[in-house]
């Protein structure tokens, strides 16, 4: 039970360009989040999901986007990757949409830097 | 103002000391609420479950004031292993759907 995984660990991109980060997780969770962790900001939401097939916004979704095509993977898009998108990513899942069993497991987390 | 405030700290506490942080909320319909655990650049873990009447796990107590819209997590007997950022999550319901926020987090610092 590898629990959430995240590829790649680490990425350089130049501004423009494209990249997609893969979440996956193992434990037929519905739930599933990116993440983004800046110094001093916290952990700010991009994009959720509910289910196969759903997507949401969160907090901060400009230049992002998501698919989520199958239940156990999640995965974000840059289109055209900007310093300001300089961060560390994380996925997570969670297994119940019960609001008092609401644990969420995190990916180890995908540091990013855009040039 | 950011839904869920934190004091950033950092925390700097001796072995054995008890330290307290509090978490406070906006929005008042928020249902759940939790406690993670991040060390340096790795990702949080579950601490513990904030429940209404309060909750203990061993040298943790977590507490919730609805009244007054706030969280608490108190630590006895520090350790060294306890140093660490303290997380707070709050879990508000839209349109079906629970949406977690987290604060910034609270630096915590043990040292011998």
């Known amino acids: 039970n590898a629990g959430v995984t995240q590829t790649p660990k680490f990425r350089v991109l130049k501004t423009g360009q494209s990249m997609t980060l893969l979440c996956a997780q193992d434990?037929?969770?519905?739930?599933m989040y990116w993440y983004r962790q800046d110094p001093g900001m916290g952990l700010r939401l991009i994009h959720y999901?509910?289910?196969?097939?759903?997507?949401a916004k969160g907090e901060v979704p400009d230049g992002y986007n998501v698919s989520r095509l199958k239940k156990q993977n999640f995965l974000l898009g840059l289109e055209s990757a900007a310093p300001s998108q300089t961060s560390v990513y994380f996925c997570?899942?969670?297994?119940?949409?019960?609001?008092?069993?609401?644990?969420?497991?995190f990916g180890p987390g995908t540091r990013l830097t855009v040039t | 103002r950011k839904e869920v405030e934190q004091d950033p700290g950092p925390f700097n506490v001796p072995e054995g000391a008890t330290v307290a942080f509090n978490c406070t909320y906006s929005?008042?319909?928020?249902?759940?609420f939790f406690w993670y655990r991040q060390d340096c650049r790795k990702e949080p873990k579950l601490l513990m479950s904030?429940?209404?009447s309060g909750n203990e796990d061993g040298r943790f107590t977590a507490q919730l004031n609805r009244a007054s819209q706030y969280i608490s997590l108190l630590i006895r007997d520090s350790k060294l292993s306890d140093s660490a950022t303290y997380l707070c999550?709050?879990?508000?319901?839209?349109?079906?759907?629970?949406?977690?926020?987290f604060g910034r987090g609270t630096s915590l610092i043990v040292h011998p």
């Open positions: 997570a899942s969670s297994y119940s949409r019960d609001r008092d069993s609401y644990e969420q497991y």
């Open positions: 434990m037929n969770h519905e739930y």
């Open positions: 999901s509910v289910g196969e097939g759903t997507t």
């Open positions: 929005n008042s319909a928020s249902q759940s």
């Open positions: 904030v429940y209404s």
């Open positions: 999550v709050v879990i508000l319901a839209s349109g079906g759907s629970y949406i977690p926020t």
